[in-house]
């Protein structure tokens, strides 16, 4: 198995890796996802998923990119104060169609590319899964109910 | 003089929908454009409104074939948040279903493919293999499709008689080696199909993150059932089946070796079951605050969840599903770039593509 020892100090952190919960953790100092990519590619790692969370109030995005090295999954937290983050889709042909998924789902702009729609068809909005826009629509306004009955019960 | 052919969403080459826009010349596929979302059911966001028992019936939901995986994965990293380990017999049931799924989607797919190359007699006896298949899922858990096997941590069904079913699954064994294998492996028809079509080379795989058969069958040697063991994998042996060549009768063959592979596995698993519960029952549980992230080698490759909780909450702060659909059906383009037309139908079939965990 590829030691993960080394690694920190080729991605410039002194950070040490952290596991938790399944997944190494490295949070990275000044390093952009780009650079990170292309880290990424140097040590022949697969690219896995980004999973995007929406943080509570108005603090923006989290995003976790996952890389998995010779059985080890990788975690890289980046949070996005405004809305956007650069693309990694041309050093990185995996990201495609999660990229394209995040932007529908949450309204965050992968700068640097084009999309096309995914999962939306014509007519749609992103930001799907907004907490805000969706607590707008019927349907999860009765889960919330049937949330608060239980509450009460 | 180049035109344009769509297949899809609703088209009888394809098994659900979504949709396939082929530039042609002639009778060649020039270049083709994906378009999916026709099931898209914003599962991850309703899993949101669901407790730590409700979330586990809905993401078993995801998908009709593989769904004891889905909830295998979530059980998986939900018991990362409440620091609940499945028992030794637990984990080697979860082995069990997890295999019997494998088999039956295999069998399923190897049906599928024989259809759509014109071996319909090989179509009706995979499909009858994966009645017996069926017999053995629901001969343990009571349930056809889904399963309800999985909890957080344990399983909620114990094998009580695995002599029995040691024996399906000898029969199913010598049925499979006996048919399915000599015919997908040395058939004319099969070959004649197959061999040199749609072909994904071993740099694209490894360039596009393929997971499963799929980048199996392009010669990339990955199974997480080998490279990070889960359940009771560490304790199994098996080989992981590669090829090289990158096309269809190498997808074929992966499969078709894999179905003795999880045959053998499982012989391993019913005969050295360990005694014991099947669950930690009894132990009171909490959530920690967090995020807990789990992975499986489920029958089309690698399944990952991402649970994160709130300590004091009903329903998980965000679920997150990375199926392996998703990863490889992009492949598809650069499978059918330069096939003959008549191709397409079968070269898309043989990532054995699932639209409903891709739209999730």
Request: net charge negative; aromatic share 8%; with cysteine.
């Amino acid at each position: 198995m590829i030691s993960l020892e080394n690694i920190p100090a080729q991605l410039g952190t002194t950070e040490p890796w952290i596991e938790k919960g399944g997944v190494h953790w490295l949070t990275l100092g000044a390093m952009n996802v780009r650079q990170l990519a292309t880290a990424m590619n140097g040590l022949h790692a697969r690219f896995i998923t980004i999973t995007a969370y929406q943080l509570p109030k108005e603090e923006g995005f989290r995003l976790e990119y996952h890389w998995d090295l010779d059985g080890q999954l990788l975690g890289f937290p980046f949070v996005l104060q405004g809305k956007s983050i650069e693309s990694i889709f041309d050093l990185c042909e995996a990201v495609d169609w999660i990229e394209r998924e995040i932007h529908e789902e949450y309204s965050l702009d992968f700068t640097g590319r084009e999309y096309e729609p995914l999962l939306l068809r014509q007519g749609d909005t992103t930001g799907v899964n907004l907490r805000d826009a969706v607590a707008a629509g019927s349907a999860v306004a009765a889960s919330d109910a049937v949330a608060a009955s239980q509450e009460k019960k | 003089m180049s035109y344009k052919i769509p297949m899809g969403p609703y088209h009888p080459a394809l098994e659900e929908p979504y949709k396939l826009d082929m530039i042609c010349e002639g009778e060649t596929v020039i270049d083709a454009k994906l378009s999916i979302g026709f099931n898209f059911r914003g599962i991850e966001h309703l899993a949101e409104t669901r407790n730590h028992i409700q979330v586990i019936a809905l993401m078993e939901r995801v998908c009709g074939i593989c769904s004891n995986i889905h909830t295998l994965t979530l059980c998986s990293a939900m018991e990362g948040l409440t620091g609940l380990t499945p028992p030794p017999r637990a984990q080697y049931i979860r082995v069990i279903m997890a295999e019997l799924e494998r088999l039956h989607s295999h069998v399923l797919w190897a049906g599928i493919a024989a259809k759509l190359m014109g071996f319909k007699t090989m179509f009706m006896t995979c499909f009858e293999l994966r009645e017996k298949v069926m017999d053995v899922l629901q001969a343990i858990s009571g349930n056809r499709v889904n399963y309800s096997m999985n909890r957080i941590g344990g399983v909620n069904r114990d094998i009580t008689d695995p002599a029995s079913i040691l024996k399906m699954v000898e029969a199913l064994e010598l049925e499979m080696g006996r048919t399915v294998i000599p015919i997908f492996t040395t058939s004319r028809t099969a070959r004649s199909r197959c061999a040199g079509v749609g072909v994904l080379t071993n740099e694209k795989a490894v360039g596009m993150g393929i997971v499963g058969p799929v980048a199996r069958a392009s010669g990339v040697p990955q199974d997480l059932r080998r490279a990070a063991p889960y359940a009771a994998y560490a304790e199994m042996e098996f080989d992981v089946p590669v090829q090289p060549a990158g096309d269809v009768t190498a997808r074929l063959l992966v499969r078709a070796l894999e179905i003795m592979e999880s045959c053998k596995i499982l012989r391993q698993a019913l005969s050295k079951l360990p005694p014991g519960e099947i669950a930690t029952e009894g132990e009171k549980f909490a959530f920690t605050t967090g995020t807990a992230t789990a992975r499986v080698e489920a029958p089309r490759g690698e399944v990952m969840y991402s649970v994160s909780w709130k300590e004091g909450s009903r329903n998980p702060a965000r679920v997150h599903v990375r199926t392996p659909t998703f990863a490889v059906m992009p492949a598809i383009r650069w499978m059918i770039k330069g096939a003959r037309l008549a191709d397409t139908p079968l070269i898309q079939a043989s990532i054995d593509p699932c639209y409903s965990c891709t739209d999730r």
